[in-house]
C-alpha cells in the first residue's frame, strides 16, 4: 500500500548535506517526493512509497548524515501522490 508523509527535521540539520543525503536514502529506498529546507532552519521531506520504506526513511531522518544533530521529526499524513523520483529543492 502507498502511504505519503510530510515529516519535519528539526535540529541542525542544515549546512550537513542532510538534503542530498536523505535523497540517497529515499533513493535506494525507492520512495519518491522531495526534501528542501525551511526558513526557520528546519527541513521539510515529503516521502511516498510503500509503507514499510517510507517508515525506515523516517526512522532514518532521526538519525541523518553524520554531522546532523536532530532534535526532532514530526510526521503528518498527506493524501496520495504521483511524484516522479525523489527531489531535493533548492531555496
Same mark, same amino acid.
Given at each position: 500500500m502507498n502511504i505519503c508523509k510530510r515529516c519535519v527535521v528539526t535540529g541542525v540539520v542544515q549546512g550537513v548535506y542532510y538534503r542530498g543525503a536523505t535523497q540517497e536514502q529515499a533513493t535506494?529506498?525507492?520512495?519518491?517526493?522531495?526534501?528542501?529546507n525551511l526558513r526557520n532552519g528546519? !527541513? +521539510?521531506?515529503?516521502a511516498c512509497g510503500e509503507q514499510?520504506? !517510507? +517508515?525506515?526513511?523516517i526512522r532514518w531522518l532521526w538519525q541523518g548524515p553524520p554531522r546532523a544533530r536532530v532534535d526532532d521529526v514530526t510526521v503528518d499524513e498527506l493524501p496520495?501522490?504521483?511524484y516522479k523520483g525523489f527531489s531535493v529543492l533548492r531555496d
Open positions: 535506494r529506498l525507492s520512495i519518491t517526493g522531495s526534501v528542501r528546519d !527541513v +521539510e521531506v515529503i514499510a520504506a !517510507v +517508515e525506515l526513511l496520495p501522490a504521483n
